[in-house]
């Protein structure tokens, strides 16, 4: 399989499925801090400057950290979805190439 293609297919697969593995685990780490930044906003909301204080340190981390784990997803997805229609593609122009050889052509091309 691997001579097939111009990508290794196989390759591909082992590295996807071992950044699914790793992104899975940033978004149960960054769940993990959303919980406990929530937690201690809770903590410090009777003292609002020190809420407003914490919530201006946290919040742009936060928000970065969860971009970050929705936007390695997608750019995984999207890399999946990129080599599948690579595949695809690569099949059918195999099929129309050895239909194209089988046919030995037709009218004024016609190979005798």
């Known amino acids: 399989m691997a001579d ?5 297919v196989s ?22 801090v959303l919980f406990v930044a929530e937690e201690i906003r ?3 909301a009777p003292a609002p400057d020190l809420a407003r204080a914490l ?9 970065r950290a969860t971009a970050l784990a929705e936007h390695g997803g997608a750019v995984l997805s999207a890399a999946e979805h990129a080599v599948v ?7 059918a122009m195999a099929v129309d190439t ?12 016609r190979v005798s």
Not at 4 to 8: K, T
Not at 98 to 109: M, T
């Open 4 to 8: 097939r293609y111009a990508i290794d």
């Open 11 to 32: 390759g591909f697969l082992d590295l996807a499925a071992r950044t699914a593995q790793r992104l899975d685990a940033l978004a149960q780490a960054v769940f993990g």
């Open 42 to 44: 809770n903590a410090v």
């Open 55 to 63: 919530a201006k340190a946290v919040d742009p981390w936060v928000e």
């Open 85 to 91: 229609e690579y595949c695809r593609a690569d099949a």
């Open 98 to 109: 050895d239909r194209a050889a089988s046919s030995r052509g037709h009218g004024r091309w």
